[in-house]
């Protein structure tokens, strides 16, 4: 079975490396700018959006509260996603000429309304969540709630220090998907 | 040297990479399928035959091959993320073998992010390259699927454990400052259902009024929207002159009919969809003369290929070929009005072709002349 995937795979590789050739070789402009797009890709991302990823989640792990983490994390990965998928609409320096419509629409406006809607998302499941610890705190015993009350912040600080707190941290997150705060709640 | 960070992310898990992976494969599938659909309907070859029914699946193909292509984006990210930290495994390099293997996800990457950022740019019509699209972006598909297979069959034993279900899971305390595996793995689907949504708009009538992202308006003439208009075909006095025949060249002779001839003819009216290779899709009503009673007036049979030739003077849209199944279908139309109306200059006046099933590359425009093989 694996043998087989690997010949195939190997056959499939072949054929499009040949039709590849076929069409950058001998390598003239065209070619020349299409194994650019080819290598491009793996470089922007592996030096570029991967290290920026990188820090955004530490930069968001040490400014966002526990309880609103999961849902900005989720909401940054979208709005970057949504906003890579408008660029080449809205930054149109190569692009064909708007006919009526196609191409034609108010991509801005469409962006930021998705965005907004995108983020009420996360504001509503962020209080909710805020919401569910508070009540939970309520009915917790008392030397535990002390604990939880100060965990995200003196526990990033115990943890950047060395000293491990992730079980009362994790609790205190409590949840790490919208979906899990019904679960536990 | 030892990096100095370290990864403390629990995306950074194999049962993570599976389940994505996973998805990210079936995508790639779908869309290695559905683009070798749209290329042979585009360039016939051989065994392939395309039929005219049902008349929406070229539409629905097509439009899957550009929401799954967006759908691999958001899942492509969260996949290398996920096995980002191994790009800084030392030793570089282990063995040939492993040389090998590193070198094959360098192709498997590069020709993933290929395609979809080529893709992604061109339902946008935005070009920023010089080479011609559809063939690079055809060729690179192979690449992609046979790298994907090569790396499938590399990876299987560590996808099948990655795949299994972790029986301490539950019990594992939430350890963690970031997402869990879990809340990655949902935020990755949300993340991917979002894109789909937000574009999906642009073919699915149900999401029109919600894909802030699409590419399609609602702005075009007649309620269609227009992918190359009169004045960029050069053919706005040509398409008026009041001079204008449609001419039917068959072996058994020429017949020349005028508009007002084609209107006297019998009428069909259809419900037939513009379904274009960039994705988008827009359902009309269109009236005009099947192709087949043409044909019988030159004395040709239905089912014979049709070559269909534009008043346009040359370029990808001047000439299209319409294949003897379609000339059969009594839906295929020579239409002289859409929705109602006379037909705007940008959807074809004098008439065009719009044959069920079709991608609207080859529904020619300004028709001049249809010539019987």
Redo the contacts between chains.
């Keep these: 079975m694996r043998i087989l995937l690997f010949v195939a795979g190997v056959a499939v590789l072949g054929w499009g490396a040949f039709l590849l050739a076929e069409f950058a070789l001998p390598l003239g402009p065209q070619g020349m700018v299409a194994l650019g797009w080819l290598l491009g890709g793996p470089l922007a991302h592996d030096l570029l959006v991967a290290p920026i990823a990188a820090v955004a989640g530490m930069l968001l792990v040490r400014v966002v509260p526990a309880t609103w983490r999961a849902p900005v994390q989720v909401g940054v990965a979208i709005t970057a996603v949504l906003t890579l998928l408008a660029f080449p609409l809205l930054w149109r320096e190569f692009g064909a000429a708007p006919s009526p419509g196609l191409h034609d629409g108010d991509t801005a406006t469409g962006l930021l309304l998705t965005l907004v809607a995108v983020w009420s998302v996360v504001l509503v499941t962020g209080t909710s969540r805020v919401l569910l610890a508070a009540r939970n705190e309520k009915r917790a015993a008392p030397d535990e709630d002390r604990i939880r009350c100060g965990a995200f912040t003196r526990g990033y600080r115990l943890r950047m220090a060395g000293v491990g707190l992730g079980r009362t941290r994790g609790r205190a997150s409590g949840v790490t998907s919208p979906r899990r705060v019904d679960r536990r709640g | 040297m030892r990096p100095r960070f370290r990864?403390r992310?629990l995306a950074h898990d194999e049962r993570v990479t599976a389940r994505v992976g996973r998805w990210l494969g079936i995508a790639f599938a779908v869309c290695f399928v559905t683009g070798l659909i749209s290329h042979f309907v585009q360039h016939p070859a051989g065994i392939f035959a395309w039929p005219s029914r049902p008349v929406n699946l070229y539409r629905v193909t097509q439009g899957l091959h550009v929401i799954s292509g967006?759908a691999a984006?958001?899942l492509l990210?969260a996949k290398?993320?996920s096995v980002?930290p191994k790009?800084f495994a030392r030793p570089v390099v282990r063995s040939p073998l492993h040389a090998i293997e590193r070198g094959s996800i360098?192709?498997l990457?590069?020709?993933?992010?290929?395609q979809l950022?080529?893709g992604?740019?061109n339902?946008?019509?935005?070009?920023?390259?010089?080479?011609?699209f559809p063939?690079?972006h055809?060729?690179?598909?192979?690449?992609?699927?046979?790298?994907?297979?090569?790396?499938?069959?590399?990876k299987?034993p560590v996808i099948r454990s990655g795949l299994r279900k972790d029986p301490t899971a539950a019990a594992k305390?939430?350890?963690?400052?970031?997402?869990?595996r879990?809340?990655f793995l949902?935020?990755t689907w949300?993340?991917a259902g979002?894109?789909v949504v937000?574009?999906a708009g642009a073919t699915v009538p149900l999401l029109r009024g919600v894909?802030?992202?699409?590419?399609?308006?609602?702005?075009?003439?007649q309620g269609?929207?227009?992918?190359?208009?009169a004045s960029?075909a050069g053919v706005v006095d040509a398409a008026r002159n009041p001079q204008w025949t449609l001419e039917v060249v068959a072996p058994a002779g020429t017949r020349r009919f005028t508009l007002a001839e084609l209107a006297a003819m019998p009428q069909t009216t259809a419900e037939l969809p513009i379904a274009c290779v960039e994705g988008?899709s827009?359902p009309a009503t269109w009236t005009g003369v099947p192709v087949a009673d043409l044909l019988g007036e030159v004395g040709a049979r239905p089912g014979a290929e049709v070559d269909v030739v534009s008043l346009e003077q040359d370029g990808l849209y001047a000439r299209s070929t319409l294949p003897g199944e379609h000339t059969a279908d009594p839906l295929s139309l020579l239409a002289l009005r859409v929705n109602g109306e006379v037909l705007d200059i940008?959807h074809g006046y004098p008439c065009r072709v719009i044959a069920p099933n079709r991608p609207g590359v080859l529904q020619t425009k300004w028709v001049q002349r249809l010539e019987v093989r």
């Design positions: 990864f992310g967006i984006i958001p990210l290398l993320w980002y790009l360098l192709v990457s590069g020709a993933a992010f290929f950022l080529t992604l740019f339902i946008a019509q935005n070009y920023p390259w010089n080479f011609y063939t690079a055809y060729a690179v598909s192979w690449i992609a699927i046979g790298s994907i297979l090569v790396h499938v069959a590399v299987l305390p939430d350890d963690h400052l970031g997402l869990s879990r809340g949902r935020g949300l993340t979002v894109a937000a574009t894909s802030g992202l699409s590419w399609r308006s609602g702005k075009g003439p269609v929207p227009v992918n190359r208009t960029a988008w827009q940008d």
